[in-house]
């Protein structure tokens, strides 16, 4: 059974760099058929896709246009888990982050396990 | 990015009721339309994928259709576990994004 254990603070400073880690269990980040993806839910923003890596004979990221400039996901093969960094965080970026697995299925893509989820509160 | 549009926002109903909650692409989507649903402190679970297909482990009661920009989802006799916030979501383009949300509260 795969599982995604997520970690990092849950308080972080305005200006200051949010870091989470996503540990996988029963599955590989580096297997060709599935990406890692980091998500955010907010009241005023919803569910909020935030970027993906994925492992495709090399190593490949999109992030979404909103956080693109702050935004790194970065896999971690020695430790089987991936990471996010959203740098000169703002209160704007307070939610609950959560990682998940996207696996292609039947042609489509779906998130098909999920992390626990980590509330990130930025404040001073 | 591709809006997602669900409708309605919220709906009461009783255990045993049929409830049907729709989504609306802003282009054709093809059939890459998943249904999540979201219990309070719980991430999402996936329902549905590619419009139509039931993930593993989803009880028979749901069911999903649509192509292009509408989609469906249902629920054919609502039970005491079903009361919660389902989201579509495209996976047609990235950013893969999601509808609003549809709360399903106990009338």
């Known amino acids: 059974q795969v599982q995604l254990q997520q970690s990092g603070p849950g308080l972080v400073k305005p200006s200051q760099t949010l870091s989470l880690t996503c540990a996988i269990s029963g599955d590989s980040v580096s297997r060709n058929s599935a990406a890692w993806i980091w998500i955010r839910q907010s009241p005023s923003r919803g569910l909020e896709w935030l970027g993906r890596t994925y492992y495709k004979s090399k190593w490949y990221n999109d992030y979404a246009v909103s956080v693109k400039s702050r935004i790194t996901i970065n896999p971690d093969t020695s430790k089987n888990q991936f990471s996010l960094q959203l740098n000169s965080v703002t209160p704007e970026d307070t939610a609950v982050y959560y990682c998940?697995?996207?696996?292609?299925?039947?042609?489509?893509?779906?998130?098909?396990?999920w992390g626990q989820g980590t509330t990130v509160t930025v404040s001073s | 990015d591709i809006q997602m549009t669900q409708s309605p926002s919220s709906l009461s109903a009783s255990v045993g009721d049929r409830v049907t909650i729709t989504c609306r692409a802003s282009q054709s989507i093809s059939s890459y339309l998943n249904w999540y649903q979201q219990k309070p402190g719980k991430a999402p679970t996936l329902l549905i994928y590619?419009?139509?297909s039931l993930q593993s482990g989803v009880p028979s009661r749901f069911s999903g259709s649509g192509s292009g920009t509408d989609f469906t989802l249902t629920v054919s006799s609502l039970q005491p576990e079903d009361f919660a916030t389902y989201y579509c979501?495209?996976?047609?383009?990235?950013?893969?994004?999601f509808g609003g949300g549809t709360k399903v509260e106990i009338k």
């Open positions: 590619v419009a139509s």
């Open positions: 998940a697995r996207l696996s292609m299925i039947r042609g489509g893509y779906g998130m098909d396990v």
């Open positions: 979501q495209q996976s047609f383009n990235t950013p893969f994004t």
